[in-house]
């Protein structure tokens, strides 16, 4: 408990920096949820020493391989904006200042090298121009970093294997390497198409972290993501039943598969609803809900479960 607890003290501090200095450079509100624009930089930028930046071309004259490469990656980009500080353009954005390195002719202790650096200090790096306001502003809150799971597990700069995102593996097998459950779950035979390619893991969760628990997206208004697709079952309706409301969908469903049909918690329906209603006290005046073969297929009667415009118990 305290060892856990003082971790999370230890991550929030260059995180509460991070916020700070960038909330201080950050005068306009993010618009859409894609990357930083090269301009956002140039008002984030410290300021650094500029004599102590060399510039790419300089960088190619020694690491043409590595420069030709990143012509061609979305971080050119950075060279874009002409009024940005050196300090958020080129190679130097990302490994600090160059002249030192260059003058020792290639002294690696005088560059910022990624492979030499903690997974919270090289993370911190990305997130200078990548937190706030971003898809990974809740990266320093997210389960993926508090588990020591950093930037450059997934992403990778010069060394990408998948181009688009820079990913070092495409989805889901990314996710699977140390996700071997969930990987367990969408094989089984009723499950979110997530293998054939019909969903993605980021479909429901951002793997950069959000607000709450499980890394899951919400709708705008906070809702449940179950509603983006399942537009039906969002209602409000005149009846609703009350645990999809407040428990979820996941109180009967399991997100990603189930050896049930309709991605149900337990393979039989009545045993499903019996775990909260029970008979016969609780049973309806009506027809006695005994658990004889007539009534254990609960949704033959009460069709509408997720909730009814017309019906108290859910008949249609
Ligand atoms: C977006 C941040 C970023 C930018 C911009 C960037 N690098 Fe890197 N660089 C990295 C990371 C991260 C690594 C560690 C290897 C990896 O994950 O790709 C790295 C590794 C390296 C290495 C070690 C050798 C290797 O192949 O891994 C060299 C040399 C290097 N970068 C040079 C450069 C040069 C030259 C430029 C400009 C043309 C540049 N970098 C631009 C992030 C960056
Ligand atoms: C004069 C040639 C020269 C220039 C210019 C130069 N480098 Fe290097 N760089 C080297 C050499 C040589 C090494 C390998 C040193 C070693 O392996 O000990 C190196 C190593 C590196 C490494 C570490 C590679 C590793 O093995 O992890 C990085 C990162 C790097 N350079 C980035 C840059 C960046 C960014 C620039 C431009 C600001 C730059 N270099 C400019 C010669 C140069
Ligand atoms: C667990 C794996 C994982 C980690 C850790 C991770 N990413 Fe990503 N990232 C992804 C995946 C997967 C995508 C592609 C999302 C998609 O398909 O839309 C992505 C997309 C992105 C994008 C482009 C899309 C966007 O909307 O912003 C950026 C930028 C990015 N990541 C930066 C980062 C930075 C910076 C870090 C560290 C602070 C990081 N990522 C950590 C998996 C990861
Ligand atoms: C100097 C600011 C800056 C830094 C530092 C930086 N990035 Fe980026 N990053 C950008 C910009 C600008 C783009 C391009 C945005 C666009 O295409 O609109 C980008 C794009 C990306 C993308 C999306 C690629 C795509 O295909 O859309 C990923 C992934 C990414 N960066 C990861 C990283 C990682 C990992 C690091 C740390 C090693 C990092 N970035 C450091 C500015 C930065
Ligand atoms: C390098 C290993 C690694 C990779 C790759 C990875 N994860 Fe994770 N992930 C972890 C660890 C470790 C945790 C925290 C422990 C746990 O909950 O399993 C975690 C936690 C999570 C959580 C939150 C679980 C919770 O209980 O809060 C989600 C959601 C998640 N990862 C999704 C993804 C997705 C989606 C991808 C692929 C884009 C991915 N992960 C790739 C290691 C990884
Ligand atoms: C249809 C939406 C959806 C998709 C697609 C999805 N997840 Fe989830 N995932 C969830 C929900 C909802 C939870 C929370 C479950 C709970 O609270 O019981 C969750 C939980 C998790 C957890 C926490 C541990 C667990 O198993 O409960 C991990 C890890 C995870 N997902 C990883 C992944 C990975 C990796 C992928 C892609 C291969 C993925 N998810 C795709 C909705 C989804
Ligand atoms: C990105 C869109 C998307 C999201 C988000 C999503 N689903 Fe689905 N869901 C689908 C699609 C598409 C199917 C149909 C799959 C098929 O035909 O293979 C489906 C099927 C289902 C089924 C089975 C339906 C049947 O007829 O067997 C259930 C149950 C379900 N989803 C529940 C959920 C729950 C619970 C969530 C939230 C955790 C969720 N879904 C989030 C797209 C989504
Ligand atoms: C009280 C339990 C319960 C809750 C909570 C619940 N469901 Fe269901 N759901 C069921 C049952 C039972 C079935 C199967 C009905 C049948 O086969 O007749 C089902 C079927 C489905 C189906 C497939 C058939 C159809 O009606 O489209 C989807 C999709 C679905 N649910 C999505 C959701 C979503 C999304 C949520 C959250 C908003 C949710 N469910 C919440 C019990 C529940
Ligand atoms: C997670 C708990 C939970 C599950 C599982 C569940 N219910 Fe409910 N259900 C409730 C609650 C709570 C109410 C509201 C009860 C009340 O107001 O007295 C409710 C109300 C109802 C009602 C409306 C009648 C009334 O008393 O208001 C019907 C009919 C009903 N449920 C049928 C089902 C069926 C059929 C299933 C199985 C498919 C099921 N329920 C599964 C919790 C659950
Ligand atoms: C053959 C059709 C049928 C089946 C099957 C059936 N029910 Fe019902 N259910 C009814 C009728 C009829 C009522 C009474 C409606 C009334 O009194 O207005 C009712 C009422 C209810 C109520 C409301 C209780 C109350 O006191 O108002 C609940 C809860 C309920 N059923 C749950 C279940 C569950 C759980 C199952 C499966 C184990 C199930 N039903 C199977 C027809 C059925």
Known sequence: ???????????????????????????????????????????????ADSSKYVGSDTCKTCHEEIYNGWEKSPHWKTTLNKDAAPSKQGCEACHGPGADHVEGGGDKTKIFVFADHSRQETSARCLSCHGEGHEQAHFSESAHSSSNVGCLDCHSPHHAKEKPYLLVQSTPQLCYGCHTSAKADFAKPYHHRVNEGLLQCNDCHNPHGTAIPTQLRTMPNGDAICYKCHVDKQGPFVYEH?????????????????????????????????????????????????????????????????GSNFSNVFFK
């Open 242 to 306: 009350v645990p999809v409301k407040t428990e979820g969908c996941v109180s009967c469903h399991t997100p990603h598969g189930s050896t049930n049909p309709r991605f149900l918690r337990v393979s039989l329906v009545n045993m499903l609803c019996l775990q909260c209603h029970t008979f016969p006290t609780q049973g309806p005046a009506g027809p006695a809900h005994n658990q004889s073969a007539k009534y254990q297929a609960c949704t033959m009667c009460h069709v509408a479960i997720h």
């Open 1 to 47: 408990m305290s060892a856990n607890s003082s971790r999370v003290l230890l991550f929030s501090i260059p995180f509460i920096f991070l916020v700070v200095v960038h909330a201080a450079g950050q005068t306009s509100p993010q618009s859409g949820k894609g990357a930083p624009s090269p301009a956002e930089h140039a008002a984030a930028a410290p300021s």
